[in-house]
């Protein structure tokens, strides 16, 4: 599992999220995105239905009828019902699915106000078995990769 840490200085989830997901999608890969949050899901949904004005990336939450359809499913907790192999943690706090993590990749986003979390997750990760991880944090617009192990 690679495991991607994403420091928000500049820009919140909800305008994040939406670009990470793109790529993703792009990749062929299916998405998670959890929130405990009911407001910012509804934030990253609008973001991911308004991303350009030529298109949008197709979403809707766990609750709704056919999730399990969904490419990029929006929930409060780590299930994924679409079968997703990305999973975005965007409330910056950190979760894992039940039994084996069933994610290639975990987008981890954090702010300020979870960055000592974050740091704490960054050492409980590090040695176990098949992780990678990958710090990024904007700097001047653009992401910049940081650190890795």
Partial sequence: MRVM??????DPAHAVVPLLAKKSLE????VLVVSGEERQRAE???G???LSPQSFLANGEASDPHA?????LLSGEVSPANGASFLFLADGHWREGEGEAPFERVF???DNDTLQEARQVWKD???RDGVTKEY?????GRWAKKASE
């Fill in 5 to 10: 840490f994403y420091q928000l200085s500049r």
């Fill in 27 to 30: 990749a062929g890969a299916r």
């Fill in 44 to 46: 990253i949904s609008r």
């Fill in 48 to 50: 991911l239905w308004t």
């Fill in 68 to 72: 399990e359809h969904q490419p990029i």
């Fill in 108 to 110: 981890y986003l954090f």
């Fill in 125 to 127: 990760l590090r040695g």
């Fill in 136 to 140: 990024w944090a904007q700097e001047d």
